[in-house]
């Protein structure tokens, strides 16, 4: 018996090499995949650390400078970021989101306190926690993290509303039988204070850092130098220099994104990053002076265009500056009560000016202006507040505008009328049209409805005799007086 063979089973035998690998291509193409895709495990990255300085406040324009080189960082495979840091403090949002991206980070962050005489106060402290390696240079400091701006805005020179001792002290004042109002602002304040302590502590932990001191930095605002920070766990190590730094951190293993990072920084490149044009633009922009006095410049241009329309340049120089001063705004910690009040001083300052009211309207301005120019920033922090001398010399020139507009306002009343209906009878006009009635005649640029017992052909010179509404009322040049009797 003869057995017919398959054609496609003898096809399959044929190519059964080509369909095995096939098959395991297709098994392996996962674990190719995630080799692929997974983050640099330290040997896999390029041989080059980045650097880059973060001097001055924590803002809003060092946050974007350390977040977009984060990302830059992270495309170019750098082998590590170091962070020369020498910071007084900042604002809370920018530090938080600072933290976020370092954290979050497939690249290694070292952060130095650098060189000898900077410090890590305050939310530099959470920032040297946070980072992956904190180190710092000998006769450095870090530490006073406590919260400063706990509660409502103040008036620079009231009392600090932070009490001494803390939470202790908050429970003492409720003991001691204070207002409703008293306990809602010590509860406010026991909530921000916890609410610092747990971050601090959560930072710490991350890195097998010392918790105990943390805590105090934050409660009781301690600081401690570089050697007694080594002694005590707070940071890894002290380095003279980047140089020394590096050497130190060589074959170190880091736990970076729960993946184990060797480091081999022995004789790697070190790249400085330098500040760019639109981190300089924000450095500018976000000092809350210029903020300021762009906002002053933006709203009386665009009053100045709206008095005098068809000029132009008051009003694109007035909008641009608008725009810029309220994207600064909104990066920085504005009371928008403090821009009520400004804006009021400045609506009630431009009536004084349109419809003097003998002062009360500018001197009430001048003093909404004042107040709300203190209150602008809501922040208790040295950098983020305007300087006195700048609020005291923008009041003082709204309010001589002020009182230079009622001094021509009264002026004015005194003055002898030199303008209206009145004044126009006995003047000459000129006829742009024949007529025998009625016609136009041109005077002082305007163009009137002429009514005339004789006829006027164009160009003629007439007298005006009288108003009636919208009529003048005119006859030809030397039949009468300007008192109305012939000649």
Avoid: C
């Avoid at 007694?228 to 707070?234: R, Y």
């Avoid at 009264?410 to 006995?426: F, H, P, T, Y």
Wanted: negative net charge; charged residues 20%.
């Amino acid at each position: 018996m003869t057995v017919m063979s398959n054609p496609y089973v003898s096809e399959l035998r044929r190519h059964w090499k080509l369909l095995l690998a096939l098959g395991l291509l297709l098994m392996l193409f996962p674990l190719l995949s995630a080799s692929i895709d997974r983050e640099p495990t330290g040997a896999e990255a390029s041989h080059q650390a980045w650097s880059l300085k973060l001097s001055g406040g924590i803002g809003p324009a060092s946050s974007d400078y350390l977040i977009r080189t984060l990302e830059e960082a992270a495309e170019a495979n750098v082998h590590l970021l170091i962070i020369e840091l020498d910071t007084p403090g900042g604002l809370d949002k920018s530090m938080r989101t600072m933290i976020k991206k370092i954290i979050a980070s497939p690249v290694p962050v070292a952060t130095f306190v650098y060189p000898s005489g900077s410090r890590a106060a305050s939310a530099g402290t959470y920032i040297l926690y946070a980072s992956h390696i904190a180190a710092m240079a000998p006769a450095t400091n870090l530490g006073a993290a406590s919260p400063v701006q706990i509660g409502a805005p103040r008036l620079p020179g009231a009392p600090q509303p932070t009490p001494p001792g803390g939470v202790e002290k908050d429970k003492q004042d409720q003991k001691s039988g204070k207002t409703p109002v008293e306990d809602s602002a010590a509860t406010m304040r026991r909530k921000v204070m916890n609410d610092a302590t747990a971050y601090i502590q959560g930072l710490a932990e991350l890195h097998g850092r010392n918790v105990e001191w943390a805590e105090k930095a934050v409660r009781d605002a301690e600081s401690i130098s570089a050697e007694k920070a080594l002694e005590l766990g707070v940071i890894d190590l002290v380095a003279s220099d980047i140089a020394d730094l590096m050497r130190q951190v060589d074959g170190k293993v880091l736990k970076v994104n729960n993946r184990d990072y060797a480091l081999h920084t022995e004789s790697i490149e070190i790249r400085r990053i330098e500040p760019d044009w639109r981190n300089q633009f924000l450095v500018v922009i976000t000092n809350p002076n210029v903020a300021y006095i762009l906002m002053l410049v933006g709203v009386y241009g665009l009053l100045l265009e709206f008095y005098n329309p068809g000029v132009g340049l008051p009003g694109v120089v007035g909008g641009i500056s608008l725009l810029i001063a309220l994207y600064a705004f909104q990066l920085l910690p504005v009371s928008y009560i403090g821009l009520a009040l400004i804006l009021l001083g400045i609506a009630l300052m431009s009536m004084e000016a349109l419809s003097p009211s003998f002062g009360i309207f500018g001197f009430g301005g001048a003093v909404a202006f004042a107040i709300g120019s203190v209150m602008l920033m809501d922040s208790d922090l040295p950098g983020y507040q305007i300087a006195l001398p700048v609020i005291a010399a923008f009041t003082l020139v709204s309010l001589l505008l002020s009182i230079m507009a009622l001094a021509m306002a009264l002026k004015a009343r005194r003055s002898a009328v030199v303008s209206g209906d009145a004044m126009m009878v006995g003047q000459q006009a000129v006829a742009i049209e024949n007529f025998d009635a009625e016609g136009r005649v041109s005077i002082q640029g305007e163009i009137w409805n002429a009514h005339s017992t004789e006829p006027v052909r164009e160009g003629d010179s007439v007298l005006i005799q009288a108003v009636e509404g919208l009529v003048l009322e005119v006859s030809q040049l030397g039949e009468f007086t300007k008192s109305g009797e012939k000649r």
